[in-house]
Nanobody, 124 residues
């Protein structure tokens, strides 16, 4: 089992940037595709944001963040990141990182280990 801890969330004005980090422990993340999800309101389902292959050979994004967000990973450091630029109020959410079974899945059911989340608030 991989333990994941997200950090880097906070309050930012619309148009600003944040970089989220996901620190892993317990097992090397190099064996897993990984992803970022977000929950925009309590009770709402987690929605897919981005995913990245084991060796960073491919990445996928939900349409609403393409061109603004960049997912990356450093397997040597057991870390994953989400660089978020040009933030919009609709990006306000709790962001979660997770280990997955396939990089191409956008369903949270295909992701197994989850962090506790980091909150991002974008003020307009």
């Amino acid at each position: 089992q991989v333990q994941l801890v997200e950090s880097g969330g906070g309050l930012v004005q619309a148009g600003g940037s944040l970089r989220l980090s996901c620190a892993a422990s317990g097992r090397p993340i190099s064996g897993y595709p990984m992803g970022w999800f977000r929950r925009q309101a309590p009770g709402k389902e987690r929605e897919f944001v981005a995913s990245i292959a084991r060796g960073s050979t491919s990445s996928y994004y939900t349409d609403s963040v393409k061109g603004r967000f960049t997912i990356s990973r450093d397997n040597a450091k057991n870390m994953m990141y989400l660089q978020m630029n040009s933030l919009k109020s609709e990006d306000t959410a709790v962001y979660y990182c997770a280990t997955g079974r396939t990089v191409m899945s956008r369903s949270d059911k295909d992701f197994d280990s989850w962090g506790q989340g980091t909150e991002v608030t974008v003020s307009s």
